[in-house]
């Protein structure tokens, strides 16, 4: 609809997307209409047009010459892409009597050699309030780049992942493990399509050590390395998992917390300059990466909130941390999925042992190809089927869970991987979920033996070992599909009868029966156990 809708100023078009930086709201309908709690942001009204400077652009030899016709407007930021992908934030400080001048030259590890590149500029008026379209120019270098569109493209992949945070408060079970699996599938699947040899996958996070350490230095590290080699024909793959938080107004970013950080409160500039990672610092560093094809890929949740919250919360991306991300998507050129809302638990704590995000993405994998004759996974066909996978599998477990995907405009979509040894892809095996156990003596109507407590503690010490664990227990009353014990107990001559239901939900599966000496509760608890399962 977007597309189709425009002011007109005397014969001059202007789109909604020229106005977007400012006036863009994200769930005004749903804010207005009050589903929405999230206050409008309070923005200047639009009462006179002030015009952006118009651009005219030539190319001579490896000189980009710019002239502009200034309006009413003034001159604001005067951003350059080649290929889609900005470059430049700001060359305004360039101008001298409305002309300014760029070398080409120095972006050549940006352009494609021997083929027509896009050069772009964008220009703002004075408030950068209004922004002008894309006025572009063609350009084929006379410079020899030293790689040719003809060189084989390659796959680079970040893959970061962090469970072990500085204390405890913030420690995850599944982070590590997931950013594991998926940097596995990217190699799998990368070295199909592209081959091993132009498959480069790091991997990055809290269990490993030195340099392969999930810290914001090694993570910005890693991706100045990949600037130093990559080439614009490659694709580029970024994908994060750990907490996550929106911070700042009216501009919020979203800042993924890196392994050095004990809070999610990051109000403190310095733990944001050093341990985490902001929309901004991404968009720099990915800027900086020649690749015109990349992805990223965000499954991070926040901290603060008990399992409990799960079946009453949802999962809606605030409108702060869209407008952080599409500002991102605009000047990188970003295929983007976002899988949890930055101010709301994680679903990690599921029977799927890991994020439904990652679940669904690498479930999609084997999904996809298994369509596909020659086995390949199409890009945004990969991200929709866990856009739409994810509602599903949260419903599940009692929860809201909406992904959101984020595309450019100027680029379509392309095959990611390539899946012939779909079992090198292996994916977690849905565990058993309990809850809290009820014994009660019949007698006395209350559990005087602490027989509930103690096979809560059992189940509790298995579900503590994490992603190892069998089953997965939650310290609540109900959770949607888990399973629980229920029934009586009699004491009589030094004996315990244990007379119960072991109950999926409502439904009752089946009798529980155990009798035992009233003194060894350890094996009434074991004998019950073993029942179980």
Known sequence: IEEHLYFTYGLEIIELAQMKERYS????????????????????????????????LEINNDELNIA????NGGIGKIAMYINNKELVEDLSQLVIDDKLTVDLSAYKSH???????????????????????????????????????????SLHAIVVGTSNYRGEDLDLNYADKDAEDMANALLVGGSELFDEEYTHVHLLNSELTDDKESTKENIKNTF?????????????????????????DPNTQFYYLTKDVSTGDVSDPEIREKFTISTEDLTDWIKAIPAQKQVLILDA???????????????????????????????????????????KKSYEASQYGQSLLTYSLLSGLHVISGKHELKMVDLLTWLNYSKENVPVLAKSIGGIQEPVVSTPRTLGSFDIAQITKADEIPLAQVKPV????????????????GLSASIDTHFRSISSKGRRARLIFFDVREFPSAYSIKGFYTRED????????????????????????ESDIESIIDQLIDQVE
């Open 111 to 153: 352009l494609v050699s021997g083929e027509d590149n896009e050069i772009s500029l964008i220009t703002s008026n004075q408030g950068n309030s209004l922004v002008s379209p894309k006025y572009t120019a063609n350009y084929i270098p006379n410079f020899k780049i030293g790689l040719s569109s003809l060189d084989r493209p």
């Open 224 to 248: 100045i390395e990949i600037a130093k080699s990559a080439k614009p024909e490659d694709v580029i793959v970024i994908y994060l998992s750990g907490h996550g938080v929106a911070y700042g």
């Open 301 to 343: 949740c926040s901290s603060g909130q008990a399992v409990e919250d799960l079946l009453a919360m949802g999962k809606n991306i605030s409108s702060g941390q869209i407008k952080a991300f599409d500002r991102m998507k605009d000047r990188t050129g970003l295929f983007i999925i976002t899988g949890s809302a930055a101010d």
């Open 434 to 449: 309990f809850v809290r156990s009820t014994l009660l003596d019949l007698d006395e109507q209350d559990d005087v033996l």
């Open 68 to 71: 502009l016709d200034v309006r």
């Open 494 to 517: 030094g004996n315990v009868t244990i007379d119960a239901t072991l109950r999926q939900g409502k439904e009752k599966l089946g009798k529980l029966n155990v009798t035992a000496a």
């Open 25 to 56: 709201e994200p769930g005004l309908l749903q804010k207005t209409l009050g589903f929405n709690e999230e206050s409008i942001r309070d923005v200047d009204k639009f009462e006179s047009v002030q015009l952006y400077p118009k651009a005219n």
